[in-house]
């Protein structure tokens, strides 16, 4: 059976991986592998490196039990939406994330929470897939964008600070400068998501 903090740690290391991945992609050099680890907020330090292969093989899917189903990498499909809303409980009993996931899946309730998925082209209102009033939706059609890579995407997207660091919210989210709303950038199942919420509105 796989626990939300299983499925939070698993979410970590696919993202890492693919991570690493796209650095070979790239470059051989260690400073740009090093560079695009730090720049999705991965812990590149000596002692975190020695302890990588351990953490991917306590991970592995074999150790769990049971697989989970696949999740679609159609962001307009059910089966995507019910990962997505796994993956933000997930995140929301996790210590860490466990506000920005409450935050993401009040938006989710709400109505509020978007998914884009720039490499296919496509914006959607998330939805709750488990819900009555959407147990038979297979799927919804999403908002035609431009295409672009997640690069491009995130350079044009993702607010910086004046270091040059990406702004974050004291929940850990990130601020979409085209909006000023909330965002976030992770994966749903093996896919990158890119997620944006409104900010919860200041009392006066």
């Given at each position: 059976?796989?626990?939300?903090?299983q499925?939070?740690?698993?979410?970590?290391?696919?993202?890492?991986?693919?991570?690493?991945?796209?650095?070979?992609?790239?470059?051989?050099?260690?400073?740009?592998?090093?560079?695009l680890l730090?720049?999705?907020?991965?812990?590149?330090?000596?002692?975190?490196?020695?302890?990588?292969?351990a953490?991917?093989?306590?991970?592995?899917?074999?150790?769990?039990?049971?697989?989970?189903?696949?999740?679609?990498?159609?962001?307009?499909?059910?089966?995507?939406?019910?990962?997505?809303?796994?993956?933000?409980?997930?995140?929301?009993?996790?210590?860490?994330?466990?506000?920005?996931?409450?935050s993401?899946?009040?938006a989710?309730?709400?109505?509020?929470?978007?998914?884009?998925?720039?490499?296919?082209?496509?914006?959607?209102?998330?939805?709750?897939?488990?819900?009555?009033?959407?147990?038979?939706?297979?799927?919804?059609?999403?908002?035609?964008?431009?295409?672009?890579?997640?690069?491009?995407?995130?350079?044009?997207?993702?607010?910086?600070?004046?270091?040059?660091?990406?702004?974050?919210?004291?929940?850990?989210?990130?601020?979409d400068?085209?909006?000023?709303?909330?965002?976030?950038?992770?994966?749903?199942?093996?896919?990158?998501?890119?997620?944006?919420w409104?900010?919860?509105?200041?009392?006066?």
């Amino acid at each position: 059976m796989v626990t939300p903090l299983q499925s939070v740690r698993l979410q970590s290391a696919q993202f890492l991986l693919k991570a690493l991945k796209e650095t070979e992609q790239q470059s051989d050099t260690g400073n740009s592998r090093t560079a695009l680890l730090q720049r999705y907020g991965i812990d590149t330090s000596s002692s975190s490196s020695q302890t990588l292969s351990a953490l991917l093989s306590s991970l592995s899917p074999a150790t769990t039990g049971t697989e989970e189903p696949a999740i679609s990498n159609d962001v307009t499909t059910a089966s995507f939406m019910a990962g997505l809303k796994k993956s933000l409980e997930a995140m929301a009993e996790t210590a860490g994330t466990s506000a920005q996931g409450k935050s993401m899946l009040a938006a989710l309730e709400a109505g509020t929470l978007t998914v884009t998925d720039p490499l296919s082209g496509v914006t959607i209102k998330a939805w709750d897939a488990d819900s009555a009033e959407e147990k038979d939706t297979d799927s919804k059609a999403g908002t035609a964008t431009e295409k672009s890579g997640w690069s491009a995407f995130l350079k044009a997207h993702l607010s910086r600070d004046a270091d040059a660091a990406f702004t974050k919210t004291a929940e850990g989210s990130y601020i979409d400068k085209t909006t000023g709303d909330n965002a976030y950038f992770g994966t749903v199942g093996s896919e990158y998501v890119y997620l944006t919420w409104p900010q919860a509105k200041s009392e006066a």
